[in-house]
């Protein structure tokens, strides 16, 4: 996948490349696998098969392995805040954090955004379903009309 030209959008990327990042942070901390899935409440298998790309985290799992590593979501998605941000980027990322702190509505805040994840990534493989579904339906269409014939 390739990185849009919009650098103030979070950088998606694919599993693999977003394992290699988390894998980067947690040795940037200092930490091993069974430190991360200790401190958050996962097995350690987890945590290899999100690092190496086989597994997508929730964004609770992905916030608490980020807060494992000393960092935010906001910082992993975003890099460091800069320091020339306007006021309206400032109140933008003050909200942002504040919805994601707030145990009250941080729970659903993580609902939409998992389902907002799903949905992306079913998104980027239906972009190769409709031609696979376009053949097959011509070809259901030829047969249905010679058998009329």
């Known amino acids: 996948m390739t990185k849009k030209d919009n650098t103030n959008a ?9 394992g290699q990042r988390l ?5 940037r901390a200092g930490l ?3 430190d991360i899935a200790k401190k958050i409440g996962v097995s350690r298998q987890h945590i290899s098969n999100i690092e190496i790309g086989i597994t997508t985290p929730t964004v609770q799992v992905l916030r608490d392995y980020l807060q494992a590593c000393g960092t935010d979501l906001a910082e992993f998605f975003y890099g460091p805040l800069p320091v020339d941000q306007t006021p309206r980027q400032r109140e933008y990322h003050r909200k942002l954090q504040a919805l994601l702190e707030n145990t009250a509505i941080s729970p ?11 949905s992306t990534q079913s998104s980027l493989t239906n972009v190769v379903q409709p031609i696979r579904v376009q053949a097959q ?13």
């Open 23 to 27: 894998s980067s942070a947690r040795l």
């Open 10 to 18: 979070p950088s998606v990327g694919d599993d693999a490349e977003r």
């Open 137 to 149: 339906r011509a070809r259901a269409q030829k047969e249905r009309g010679r058998k009329q014939t």
């Open 32 to 34: 091993t696998q069974a």
């Open 108 to 118: 659903v805040i993580t609902k939409i955004l998992d389902s907002f994840m799903t």
